[in-house]
């Protein structure tokens, strides 16, 4: 590699570039990784994490509710939007000087620019304007929030600026059904703004077993959320002291804001993938093979840029796994099956494996043991609420291809199931594995209503 600049140079400082650039230094390669805007990407600067922080935020309202069931009296309970978004910024600003600190503490060197690809082995920095040569180069610059194409689209807001209001909206209306909108519906209600969450299809959460999205959309209607499906914003106007979002339906909705979460497309413009003959698939993303690898050798491409699973745990499994292929000695692919994923709904979905629809898609009988029940926290508070559970079984060798859950602590308890899940554990498995009680979880292995066909 003597001829190279650089053995490896990783655009895009996310959590899967960054463990990539990390993993392939201390395997002793020389790398270079390049971020335009702060290390840490989607998850940690606009994404998982201080979506994750808002949501803990929006909780407590019904923590204090439900406390008066339990013999506590909460008196001037009051919230503050800037408090938590500066403490918020406190945390992500915490988090980005510890990926600076890892990534460079492995050996690799931090290029703040954008850069361009000019070649297979090619690089320009933007910045200085300067190119460097390396064997492999690495696309991890993951994706940002669609847009709707319609008049005043520029009025609305989107995740990425939704965590940098100066105050909380009072009333807000969110295009779309997926998780995105969902959590953020839910956050934001959390908080005490009134919501419309407007979704073009007939359910929200597409993609999740049918169950859970029926379920968690009725729970979302009892807290207040007015959920309006087959409906679409089909313009956006602005009113000087409002913004005002006019549907299919000739409804005019007021708001202070209107949030516009339609899904997300990958980061592929404008970075040289043309010039280095790089195929894109009709998304947008870089199409790869199982190892990360695009139609160009020595150009790889992982986490939401190479439109698989576009989850952070995901990437950050196929950034190890190129770096260990290249530069370990020890090839291995990310097996992208039952990947346990989570809504940070109110309440939220945790989920793994196959859902009921795409399990009999397969062909095969399949059985379904499903539940609904007051959780014990509730039969004091007085919260009309329940739990979820549903296992997805194939009836000829009672595997279990499929754990559903919606209530409090469902991905916790999703990411657990998720082992059993992957080393095929089988319905027998969970119902001579002893219940921990009281607890909801004690329900996956004490679960006997199997669902009629």
Request: charged share 25%; with cysteine; hydrophobic share 45%.
């Amino acid at each position: 590699m003597a001829d190279f600049d650089l053995d490896l140079f990783v655009i895009g400082g996310g959590s899967g570039g960054v463990r990539a650039a990390r993993i392939a230094a201390t395997h002793g390669a020389r790398v270079a990784i390049a971020e335009e805007y702060r290390m840490g990407g989607t998850c940690v600067i606009r994404g998982c994490v201080p979506k994750k922080l808002l949501v803990y935020a929006s909780r407590f309202a019904h923590e204090f509710e439900d406390a008066a069931g339990f013999g506590w009296t909460v008196e001037g309970a009051k919230f503050d939007w800037p408090t938590l978004i500066a403490n918020k910024d406190k945390e992500i600003a915490r988090l980005e000087a510890a990926y600076r600190r890892n990534v460079g503490g492995a050996g690799a060197e931090i290029i703040d620019s954008r850069v361009v690809i000019e070649g297979p082995n090619t690089v320009r920095i933007l910045k200085t304007g300067a190119t460097l040569n390396a064997k492999y180069i690495l696309v991890a610059t993951g994706g940002h929030p669609s847009l709707l194409d319609i008049p005043g689209k520029e009025l609305g807001i989107t995740s990425n600026e939704a965590f940098h209001l100066k105050e909380l909206p009072r009333r807000i209306v969110i295009q779309g059904g997926g998780f995105i909108a969902v959590e953020f519906a839910c956050l934001f209600a959390g908080l005490g703004s009134k919501v419309t969450l407007v979704h073009r299809g007939d359910e929200i959460l597409r993609g999740f077993d049918d169950d859970l999205r029926a379920h968690v959309r009725g729970e979302m209607v009892a807290r207040g959320i007015d959920v309006r499906l087959n409906d679409t914003i089909q313009k956006i106007e602005d009113h000087k002291t409002h913004r005002c979002a006019f549907l299919s339906d000739g409804a005019a909705i007021e708001a202070d804001q209107v949030m516009l979460a339609v899904g997300r497309s990958p980061n592929t413009k404008n970075i040289g993938l043309e010039a280095a003959g790089v195929k894109l698939a009709p998304s947008g993303a870089v199409a790869v093979d199982e190892t990360s690898r695009s139609n160009v050798p020595s150009i790889y491409a992982i986490g939401d840029v190479s439109g698989r699973i576009a989850l952070t745990p995901v990437a950050i499994r196929e950034g190890h796994a190129v770096a260990d292929t290249l530069f370990g000695n020890k090839p291995w692919n990310v097996d992208h099956k039952n990947v346990p994923s989570a809504v940070f709904s109110e309440p939220e979905i945790g989920t793994v494996g196959l859902s009921e629809v795409a399990a009999k898609k397969t062909g095969k009988h399949i059985d379904i043991y499903r539940t609904r029940f007051k959780p014990m926290k509730a039969t004091l508070s007085g919260r009309d609420t329940a739990i979820l559970m549903k296992l997805v079984v194939e009836q000829s060798t009672e595997k279990v291809l499929g754990v559903h859950i919606v209530g409090e602590g469902a991905a916790e308890m999703a990411q657990l199931a998720a082992i059993a899940v992957k080393m095929g554990a089988t319905k027998q498995d969970f119902d001579n594995t002893v219940a921990l009680h009281p607890t909801a979880a004690e329900e996956l292995v004490t679960l006997r209503n199997k669902v009629a066909d």
